[in-house]
């Protein structure tokens, strides 16, 4: 089985668990994203939440891109880092009174609302300091994205967005505060779509929504943001480790109807960052029991916990064994029956010490790792750093 490329030698002397990013194939995936949204003018904002590592911030703010930010914390780390505030966005559906003032501070670029009791929020902390709040109100479209039921946020089911049937009210109620001003309008669907044709549904929805709202006399909106949600490939991450951006863009181009002057908004996370990071841990034990054999490992899912929140899988590679393969149940330290990264995966023959890939780590990984147990946070390396 074809491995990741890793620096073995380099990882041995180090301890474990760690996240370790390639930024050659970061830089790769951010201009392969930058130069197929701009055929078309389309404009890249990062969702901060997939990966909040200064140095690959860093790097995301060299390419150009801006940043989707759903906390004040998030903010204040993009600020730190230098992106331009007015390529800054903020969404969320319970945004704090602190954390709008963060914004409102900041002269961020926009905040996409949730609800029509957030308008008045903002528009009552802009009154306070003067100021005029650029907002774009979040859509809730009921498009079905066929993914995970965690990481759905499209339907009428969940939480998000102000659903669109109630849209053209919202908006009038924009009208009745002084110091918010609606510039976009805002989509975001769900996360890991790997159904392309869902993006079509979403095309046809806006489209529709803006038909509506130009018939009835509203003036058409600086922006339309379409959200994240473009996948990776888990399976097979030396496949094709550069999202298929292209396909993605096309998609919009030809579905969507953007008005004149009109600018088109996305805000990828896992998309840019997932395929450069891995989660290298070491094995501790092999237990064999009467039905299973287990590699316990050092990292836990408080280094990543995809696999225990999301049931999400993962390629788990020995990569300093080269001897036949068997089957393992690949599990963490954690005191809790969900902290496995993997059942009954085929590894090569593994013993104590070797190392582990968990690949595909770079989105929802370091970002929500956790002291569960009291264990310390993992610590990362950037591949240039070797
Ligand atoms: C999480 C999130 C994203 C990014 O989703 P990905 O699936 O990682 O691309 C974009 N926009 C909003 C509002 C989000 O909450």
Same mark, same amino acid.
């Given at each position: 089985m074809p491995k990741g490329n890793f620096p073995i030698e380099k990882f041995k002397n180090l301890n474990t668990p760690f996240y370790y990013y390639d930024t050659t194939l970061l830089r790769e995936t951010l201009e392969v994203a930058q130069s197929e949204a701009s055929k078309y003018g389309y404009h890249i904002h990062y969702a901060i939440k997939a990966n909040a590592n200064k140095k690959l911030l860093d790097i995301i703010k060299q390419a150009g891109i801006g940043l989707d930010c759903v906390s004040g914390g998030e903010l204040k780390a993009g600020i730190e880092v230098g992106f331009s505030p007015d390529r800054i966005m903020f969404a969320g559906v319970g945004k704090t009174d602190d954390e709008i003032n963060i914004a409102l501070d900041n002269n961020i670029g926009c905040f996409n609302v949730e609800s029509v009791q957030e308008l008045e929020i903002i528009n009552s902390l802009a009154i306070a300091k003067g100021k005029t709040a650029n907002i774009a109100l979040r859509a %809730?479209?009921?498009?079905?994205?066929?993914?995970h039921a965690k990481i759905t946020?499209? +339907?009428?089911?969940?939480?998000?967005?102000?659903?669109i049937e109630l849209l053209p009210e919202a908006i009038k109620t924009v009208?009745?505060?002084? %110091?918010i001003k609606l510039v976009g309008l805002h989509f975001h669907i769900g996360?890991?779509? +790997?159904?392309?044709s869902t993006f079509e549904d979403l095309c046809v929805c806006i489209n529709e929504l803006q038909d509506e709202l130009e018939a009835s006399g509203e003036a058409t909106v600086q922006h339309i943001n379409i959200g994240g949600g473009l996948a990776i490939n888990y399976e097979h991450p030396?496949?094709?480790?550069?999202?298929d951006f292209e396909t993605y863009f096309r998609v919009f181009n030809k579905h969507l109807k953007l008005r004149k002057g009109q600018h088109l908004h996305c805000e990828p996370g896992r998309a840019l960052v997932a395929q450069s990071g891995t989660l290298i841990t070491r094995v501790l034990y092999v237990k064999k029991g009467i039905t299973k054999q287990f590699a316990v490992v050092d990292a836990g899912f408080s280094d990543l916990i995809r696999p225990a929140m999301y049931d999400a899988y993962h390629r788990i590679e020995n990569i300093t064994s080269e001897d036949t393969p068997d089957v393992y149940d690949v599990v963490g330290p954690?005191?809790?029956?969900?902290?496995?990264?993997?059942?009954e995966r085929k590894l090569n023959c593994t013993k104590r010490g070797d190392l582990i890939a968990i690949r595909?780590?770079?989105?929802?990984g370091e970002s929500m790792a956790s002291q569960y147990n009291l264990r310390p946070l993992p610590k990362s390396y950037m591949s240039e750093e070797f």
């Open positions: %809730n479209p009921n498009v079905d994205a066929h993914t946020t499209g +339907t009428y089911e969940d939480k998000f967005g102000i659903n009208r009745l505060f002084k %110091n996360s890991q779509i +790997t159904d392309i030396n496949h094709l480790p550069v999202p954690i005191c809790e029956s969900s902290d496995v990264f993997g059942k595909s780590a770079g989105a929802y």
